[in-house]
């Protein structure tokens, strides 16, 4: 049987915000290196600076009981949780906004999109 990851929490000031879709993308900050040579070829790689780049879109509640500056989130935390309690959880933490927009769906729910980077990504 196979598995699959549960939830997904974004988490701001000690508060948590329903996320309904999340996409994460890793790069391990490698770069090809160039360099002329006889064979006409790359040599090899530079090792960089590792990044993750988070896509997500969260619930915005009608009530003010969350009160979220979208814009400004900053220091914020993401948690993906496995469905098995056994299963570790992968923590996006020291998260950052780049980039908000607003999106409503066709059942008149009005989401947030969140383009977001973090600083590391913790297995818990």
């Known amino acids: 049987m196979e598995k699959y990851a549960g939830s997904a929490v974004l988490e701001v000031d000690g508060k948590e915000i329903e ?7 890793k790069n391990p900050g490698r770069k090809l ?15 960089g ?6 896509s997500l879109t969260a619930v915005n ?3 003010d009981t969350l009160d979220i500056d979208w814009w400004a989130i900053d220091n914020a935390k993401v948690t993906v949780y496995p469905l098995g309690h056994n299963d570790q959880r992968t923590s996006y933490v020291e998260c ?17 999109d969140i383009k977001m980077s973090a600083l590391d990504e ?3």
């Open 122 to 124: 913790v297995k818990e």
């Open 33 to 47: 290196v160039k360099a002329m040579n006889s064979k006409g070829r790359a040599r090899g790689y530079a090792q």
């Open 49 to 54: 600076i590792a990044t993750w780049e988070l």
């Open 96 to 112: 950052f906004v780049t980039e908000v927009g607003e999106k409503y769906t066709v059942d008149n729910e009005e989401v947030i």
């Open 19 to 25: 996320i309904v879709e999340l996409s994460v993308t």
């Open 61 to 63: 509640p009608l009530d």
